[in-house]
């Protein structure tokens, strides 16, 4: 398996001591960090994945920020077909 991961043409591996002493889990690393905060007395929890950067958890809504937000898209449709329709001698 080392002569493999090295690779090449050709290696001189004499001997190879692999030891491992007193594996806890205080070693090993995760790639994943775990926060929580509280807006408005309600607590949210969330989690990201350090290695694909995909994030789950819990979020506040802005329901006027949403609302504003579809407002401006039916705004922006809005003004787009009354061009068109101008533009085509309407």
Known sequence: MLRRDIGGDEQRIRSVKTRHDTITF???LLPIW???YRFKNTPY???VNAR???VQGERPWSWI???????AILA???AI????????GG
């Open 81 to 88: 077909a009354v061009t068109v329709h101008l533009s085509q």
């Open 76 to 78: 922006a449709a809005g």
């Open 52 to 54: 694909t950067g995909e």
């Open 65 to 71: 920020k949403i609302t504003l937000l579809v407002l």
């Open 34 to 36: 775990i926060s929580a």
């Open 26 to 28: 205080k070693h090993i």
């Open 45 to 47: 929890r969330f989690l």
